[in-house]
Each structure stands twice: as C-alpha cells, then as structure tokens.
C-alpha cells in the first residue's frame, strides 16, 4: 500500500516556540493531504485541507494564523504550528489521498507535540 | 455538516466473544469507511462501503451498509488480544474530507 512519512514521531518544545511538521508521500502523488488532531481518548479532528498549489481549506474553529499550512509539491505538506502555548499539546496526524472524491486515506505516524 | 454518531464508546470482552459497533447518520450516506488504531498508533484503512445493503468479510471481520446507507457496523467474531484498538467509521463528504466518528474502543481480557 502506499506509504506516507510524517516527521517529527514526538517533539518537546517551550511555550512561544514553532514547529514544524512534514508530511511526505512516497511512492504516489498526492493531490489533496488533510491534517488531524487528535486528543487522549479522543476521535480524529479535522484541522485543514491541503490542496498543492492553493491555499489550505481550514475547518471553522482552527486558527489559520496559527496553524500555517504549505502544500508546496505533490509529495510534500508542511504543519508549522506557530507561537505554541500547552494547550496546543496533542497528537497531530496527516493523511495523503490520490484523488479527492471517496478515495481511502493513508495515514502517517503522526507527531506528538509536547509544550512546555 | 455531516456528522455520525458511533456507539460504544468503549467495549470490554473476554477473549472469544464477540463485538460490534454501530455508526449512525442523519443523512444517506454516499459511503462509509472503516480504520483501526491502535493504541499509540495511526488509523489504518480497513474497507470502504459503498452499495445499499452491502456486506463484506474479512476473516472475522464482518462489515455491513444499512439499506437505506444511513448506517455501518462492524462485528467481530470471536475476539482475540490482536483486535485490541479504537475502531473509527468515517464517512466522506462531497469535498473529499473525511469525517471520524467518536470511536469505539476494544478492549480484549485473555
């Protein structure tokens, strides 16, 4: 199946800091990747919808300012979380399709955000 | 926007018994996907429905579509500690993104 690399898996940081997060398809292109959030316990929430090329899609709620997405080729998308503060801790997870209609998704590992 | 309600929350079997969860939707349904995750881990795609009425297997797995695709489950047959995990159905919209519902999560005693 097709394989998508995300990294960092973990990243501690101090309140104020960015971080960033890459998103890779490997072995396909992706026309679209979306990138979730996910508490303890909890189900995956949508965040953005990156489309290469364009201007991510945000769902109502996520700070765009906050969460800067680029989608800038086919294989990569990038999650800079800006001016992190503790409560942005959480377990960030990005997903790739081939097509944008009812397609499956891959997922990467995802990166656990710790901020200090 | 669509949403689906996705029940239990949580399941505790004995090793061999069975286990299903439910998803249910306010609005027909074009398809319904199923992932698994496992604790620590990332979803991983276990099968798209996408006709009325469908059923589909996968070893011990048995997935269903409501006549009227407004409604999934997922039965598992017989348990074992590897079916361990938050089971997520997720339905996707005319855009391509995909909606998870809440989860249900497995817990298997040997």
């Known amino acids: 199946g097709a394989v998508v690399s995300q990294h960092p898996s973990w990243v501690i940081c101090k309140s104020g800091t960015s971080v960033k997060i890459e998103c890779r398809s490997l072995d396909f292109q992706a026309t679209t990747m979306f990138w979730y959030r996910q508490f303890p316990k909890q189900s995956l929430m949508l965040m953005a919808t990156?489309?290469?090329?364009?201007?991510?899609?945000?769902e109502q709620g996520v700070e765009k300012d906050k969460f800067l997405i680029n989608h800038a080729s086919l294989t990569l998308s990038t999650l800079t979380v800006t001016s992190a503060h503790p409560e942005d801790s959480s377990f960030y997870i990005c997903?790739?399709?081939?097509?944008?209609?009812?397609?499956?998704?891959?997922f990467g590992s995802g990166t656990q955000l710790s901020v200090l | 926007g669509q949403q689906v309600m996705q029940i239990p929350q949580y399941q505790h079997v004995q090793e061999g018994e069975d286990f299903t969860t439910y998803c249910n939707s306010s609005t027909t349904l074009s398809n319904i996907q199923w992932y698994k995750q496992r604790p620590g881990g990332h979803p991983v795609f276990l099968i798209q429905?996408?006709?009325?009425?469908e059923v589909k297997k996968q070893k011990r797995l048995t997935f269903q579509f409501g006549e009227a695709k407004k409604n999934s489950s997922l039965h598992i047959t017989a348990t074992q500690t590897t079916d361990v995990g938050t089971y997520f159905c997720?339905?996707?919209?005319?855009?391509?993104?995909?909606?998870f519902g809440q989860g249900t999560t497995l817990q298997v005693k040997p």
């Open positions: 990156s489309n290469e090329g364009s201007k991510a899609t945000y």
């Open positions: 997903s790739a399709t081939r097509t944008v209609l009812n397609e499956k998704l891959f």
């Open positions: 997720a339905l996707s919209s005319n855009t391509g993104k995909l909606i």
């Open positions: 429905l996408v006709k009325s009425g």
